[in-house]
């Protein structure tokens, strides 16, 4: 059944309710139809092509239609398109992606990974086996959660739970009791007026250890945090944050948990968002670039330090009671492999971190030029330009401001696709992006916001 322009856009509106939208919102302002992709191009239902500064959502780390990422998909459709992996049964693709993983994630320490079909599941696989994981030691009174303001981790009741931003839990309340959150060195916004990004990483690692104090740590079953906030408005923390985060947890015997959702499988420049700290987790979260975004597909990954304990366990305790129908799905795991062997042959995470480069310090000089930007902030492929109202007082833009939708709007006319999550305009292209794409990218921004300030 093909549908016409007009049927698409009516029918979107009247049965499809949206991620983050109101049902209504899609028959007053209708969302973009993308209708074909090719490496860093999309094209919408109109014929209209632009390259997509989205990268899928923080995903398409491959680019579109991937030939290697394609024909291991076909492949694997054609030899087996789906079994399960619950005790008793196995199959091949999992077998040599849990193997692939742990050889990649060597430097790490990770010695098992456990499957499923996104990012939100992988976080809640992480916080439930951080919560066994005590349970399996015999302190079961570590129950409670501790993560940071401006995170995002989802929308399963723990991840929810655990996030930080008020207006993705409201609706949902009430959530997953013993959950704490604590200030993110921001260096931009701060209650502090502390702008040394060290000094500020300092404060805010002391206020997260007075909160484990005032919790009582041995009741506290792990601390989880992204190695840079993507959807809170990518924001990168100083560099002795993680460091110090790190050795705090190890004071008070409290698990870290990375998720690297987005930052995972080369978006920073490196292939794991903690290599940019120097430090290691207990137990990363990852999804999105895992399977270059082309089938659904999730993973909670966990050093010898978590599995040693289950491993050892001979009461029962350490029996993983967690799993989907689909974890590990064969055609998700056939996606996976093709596209880690491609992001390790091409070295994809250093073409991120050098064409990133680029991206971030052509963006950077928009603070200057643009009276309504306040802030740009980023690391390798992931920007964010954060919109304000008044420069002077940094405050940010609201939603009744029109100014983030006019540059998205205006930026689509010229032929690249962003993304706007309140006031920040965000970027996160596909990693195999090329400098002069990035120049587009830049150029097209520079016109947008020019445009909207003149008008
Ligand atoms: C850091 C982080 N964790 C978890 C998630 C949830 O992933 P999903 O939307 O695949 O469930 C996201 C999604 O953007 C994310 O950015």
Not at 278 to 298: F, M, Q, R, T
Request: neutral net charge.
């Amino acid at each position: 059944m093909s549908q016409s322009r007009e049927e698409l856009t009516t029918n979107n509106a009247r049965h499809m309710w949206h991620p983050m939208a109101h049902p209504q919102a899609m028959m007053d302002s209708p969302p973009d139809i993308i209708a074909k992709g090719k490496d860093c191009i999309i094209w919408d239902v109109d014929g209209h092509k632009m390259l997509d500064g989205v990268g899928g959502l923080w995903s398409s780390n491959l680019g579109h239609s991937n030939q290697g990422v394609r024909d291991a998909v076909i492949a694997q459709m054609d030899e087996l398109p789906f079994y399960n992996t619950f005790r008793g049964t196995t199959h091949v693709r999992a077998i040599e992606l849990s193997t692939q993983l742990v050889e990649l994630m060597k430097p790490e320490g990770v010695t098992a990974v456990m499957f499923s079909n996104g990012g939100s599941d992988a976080v809640e696989g992480a916080l439930k086996i951080a919560r066994q994981y005590w349970k399996v030691r015999g302190q079961g009174d570590r129950t409670k959660f501790v993560s940071l303001r401006q995170g995002y981790h989802g929308v399963h009741f723990g991840g929810m739970s655990v996030n930080g931003n008020s207006n993705f839990r409201r609706a949902y309340e009430p959530l997953l009791p013993g959950c704490f959150h604590v200030d993110t060195p921001w260096t931009y916004h701060n209650p502090f007026g502390e702008d040394n990004p060290e000094k500020l990483a300092e404060l805010c690692v002391n206020m997260l250890e007075r909160e484990f104090v005032f919790q009582g740590p041995d009741t506290i079953a792990a601390f989880i945090a992204e190695p840079v906030q993507g959807a809170g408005g990518v924001i990168v923390p100083p560099a002795n944050y993680w460091p110090l985060v790190r050795a705090l947890c190890d004071k008070y015997g409290i698990l870290l948990i990375a998720d690297e959702v987005v930052t995972g499988f080369g978006r920073t420049g490196q292939m794991f968002g903690t290599r940019l700290w120097g430090v290691n987790a207990d137990i990363w979260c990852l999804a999105k670039g895992i399977s270059s975004g082309y089938i659904p597909l999730g993973a909670t990954a966990m050093t010898a330090k978590v599995t040693d304990v289950f491993n050892a366990d001979k009461t029962g305790m350490a029996a993983v009671t967690h799993g989907y129908t689909y974890s590990a799905h064969p055609v998700a795991a056939a996606a996976a492999l093709a596209t880690i062997d491609q992001l390790v042959a091409q070295d994809i995470p250093g073409n991120a971190a050098r064409v990133g480069a680029h991206l971030q310090a052509r963006l950077r000089t928009f603070v200057d030029k643009f009276k309504v930007v306040g802030d740009v902030r980023g690391v390798g492929l992931m920007a964010g330009i954060e919109m304000v109202s008044d420069k002077a007082k940094r405050t940010p833009m609201t939603r009744s401001s029109d100014v983030p939708a006019r540059v998205a709007k205006a930026a689509y006319r010229r032929g690249l696709m962003v993304r706007i999550s309140g006031p920040n305009l965000i970027l996160s292209p596909p990693l195999i992006i090329t400098r002069e794409e990035v120049d587009f990218m830049v150029d097209v921004l520079e016109a947008s916001f020019t445009e909207v300030e003149s008008t």
